[in-house]
């Protein structure tokens, strides 16, 4: 990566709607460079003749350029700073406990016995990594839910609870992803997380009005619902429901998160490892995250802003 990815990584506009702004002052500029050629309508109102004549005595002045051009700068800039071009704070990253992640993986038959139980612990582990320095917790469920790992900053302990994940970590059969869900909100709720990604891994089987109704609670504190999903092992065990991936789709929809295949994390990966000041952002939080420059764009409209105000000899 080099380093003006870097420098864009952290830079963000804090208010783009007044983007549509610029193009205006801009159209407006061109129009008004237009009319002061050299005496804007005057040329067209006063007889040729006539207008040769005063030119000759000296009382014609012409369009003043100058000054259009002035007022064009000092609106562009002005327009700019409303935008809210922002760099992220230094100390943005002393904030990364108030952002945590919590992955939620199902353990029913279907999935600790259809056959890729090992991708899905790998792929939580690559959540894992994605959050960087953030806290991560991990919640398990089936028949009912547990939480394996509290959040945590130990990769390595993350680790070793993920890789010992199998058909007997949850006793109690059945699905019942809303459990897990509950549970992960519960987990955020009590670490006053501000921002907060739950990551669900699963098959879709059991997503109901309960599942669809913790992910509107999650999406109402500002947090977001991802989901990787799951589809059929070779092992899948005689009787089991099928996959169904338009339930974790519609779960992930009303969770306000993305959605994303098993075998192609990318989109859940790259929404979890984005910065903490964008979290915090997006959480409405900026004024913690990001330092606004367009209080200095405004003082700088006012150079070409005194050239209105400078008298003709």
Request: proline share 6%; glycine share 10%.
């Amino acid at each position: 990566m080099s380093l003006l990815d870097t420098f864009l990584g952290t830079c963000a506009i804090l208010r783009p709607w007044w983007l549509v702004a610029i193009p205006l002052v801009a159209a407006l500029a061109l129009r008004a460079a237009w009319r002061s050629a050299p005496l804007g309508d005057w040329t067209r109102a006063v007889d040729p003749g006539l207008m040769a004549l005063l030119a000759r005595r000296g009382a014609v002045l012409g369009g003043r350029r100058q000054a259009n051009l002035a007022a064009a700068i000092a609106a562009g800039l002005v327009a700019l700073a409303l935008t809210g071009p922002a760099v992220e704070r230094p100390d943005a990253a002393t904030f990364r406990n108030l952002d945590a992640t919590v992955v939620v993986v199902d353990l029913s038959r279907s999935i600790a016995e259809g056959g890729h139980l090992k991708d899905v612990r790998q792929v939580a582990q690559g959540v894992a990594e994605a959050a960087g320095t953030r806290s991560v917790a991990v919640v398990v469920y089936a028949g009912d839910s547990y939480l394996a790992a509290p959040p945590t900053t130990d990769r390595d302990a993350l680790a070793s609870t993920l890789f010992a994940l199998d058909g007997d970590t949850v006793p109690d059969r059945g699905t019942h992803p809303e459990r897990g869900l509950a549970l992960a909100r519960r987990t955020l709720e009590e670490a006053g997380v501000i921002a907060g990604d739950v990551v669900l891994v699963t098959d879709g089987d059991g997503i109901g009005d309960a599942a669809l109704r913790e992910a509107t609670a999650i999406r109402a504190k500002g947090w977001h619902l991802h989901g990787l999903f799951v589809p059929a092992g070779p092992g899948l065990p005689a009787g089991s429901p099928k996959p169904d991936r338009g339930a974790l789709e519609r779960l992930t929809d009303a969770g306000a998160g993305r959605f994303a295949l098993l075998d192609s994390p990318a989109p859940v990966l790259d929404a979890v490892g984005a910065s903490t000041a964008q979290h915090l952002a997006a959480g409405g939080y900026t004024v913690l995250a990001f330092a606004d420059l367009g209080r200095w764009l405004v003082l700088l409209a006012l150079l070409p802003a005194l050239v209105l105000f400078r008298r003709s000899a």
